[in-house]
């Protein structure tokens, strides 16, 4: 029996050195090249580190990353980025507005994503902005409608997730979080994933978070993807319920980790989860890893929860006899 693979959701917390690096490029105290140059030194000391910890797919951390969505808008045409917006908390960003046609002119994430991949024999997902999450993230001044946005940002990260599989990928998430946020849209959320996801043969997965579950389930199975990976810790389990109701037809990432407290979750606790997982679903549709992004928890903090997730999900393994 196998299963029971481990992984994150893809960002982790930046290293203070680059944090001051990304300070100084801002002030023009350094150059590009000094600053990608410590990105990559970041990127590789993720790598160790998810390696050190036993983890089965791995992700570059997206040392090189801002805001998730600014960053792919910085990186396409139609696109101007306004001041600082609130988040949430004391969060904030430069929020993205589209002022033209949106256009994708050369690879984002291709680079990044080669050089981290011959930092490790483990395969390295691609992680790609959807376009319904860019579109909702972002201020619209050009087109008439939401749907013309969305609809143009798809096309244009499908060829992002097209040069990502000609680059290696096995594994490329497209991130969703607002996908629930309008129930009444998910229709053209479903169509915007068919556009993104036609031709590719990597296993697609996408990320929601934190969202209103029950109001697009089980229709958000029509989500043109393999796995659909969603914040589970963070509400207790809850929607396994769900599920139970309504069968769950694809792979599942399952979050143990709750990455919006400062506490270190027990290896009990995880194992609890892990093992509720399975009242559900085979070891081979779960893929254990963390709520959602690490970057808002210090490095420590990070290093701690994974350390947990990854033991519990060893001992889960051995106790089932599972490869």
Not at 190 to 202: E, H
Request: charged share 30%; with cysteine; net charge neutral.
């Amino acid at each position: 029996m196998k299963g029971l693979l481990t992984t994150t959701v893809g960002s982790f917390p930046k290293p203070e050195y680059l944090k001051k690096a990304r300070a100084k490029f801002s002030r023009k105290e350094i150059t590009m090249q000094e600053l990608e140059s410590l990105e990559r030194k970041a990127t590789e000391d993720v790598i160790r580190l998810q390696e050190t910890l036993g983890l089965d797919i791995l992700v570059d951390g997206e040392m090189y990353r801002g805001d998730m969505a600014t960053f792919f808008a910085r990186n396409m045409e139609g696109f101007k980025i306004s001041g600082l917006v609130r988040s949430y908390g004391n969060r904030y960003y430069k929020k993205p507005v589209a002022v033209r046609k949106i256009k994708r002119t050369k690879p984002i994430t291709t680079e990044m994503f080669k050089f981290t991949q011959k930092l490790t024999s483990k395969p390295v997902k691609g992680i790609l902005t959807g376009p319904y999450t860019m579109t909702d993230w972002s201020f619209n001044e050009y087109y008439s409608s939401r749907k013309d946005m969305i609809i143009d940002l798809a096309y244009a990260i499908h060829d992002e997730a097209v040069d990502l599989e000609s680059a290696g990928a096995r594994y490329i998430q497209i991130d969703e979080p607002a996908i629930s946020t309008r129930p009444e849209e998910l229709d053209l959320a479903i169509d915007a994933m068919k556009i993104v996801t036609d031709g590719i043969n990597a296993k697609t997965i996408t990320h929601i978070c934190y969202g209103d579950f029950e109001k697009i389930y089980p229709k958000m199975l029509e989500l043109p993807v393999d796995q659909i990976d969603l914040e589970m810790a963070n509400s207790n389990f809850d929607f396994l319920n769900l599920f139970k109701k309504y069968k769950f037809t694809k792979e599942i990432g399952f979050g143990v980790i709750d990455v919006h407290t400062h506490k270190t979750e027990t290896k009990e606790y995880v194992k609890n989860g892990i093992r509720k997982a399975l009242e559900v679903f085979s070891p081979d549709k779960v893929f254990v890893d963390p709520d959602c992004g690490l970057k808002t928890r210090t490095e420590k903090e990070a290093y701690q929860k994974l350390k947990v997730m990854a033991e519990a999900t060893m001992d889960v393994k051995k106790e089932l006899n599972i490869e």
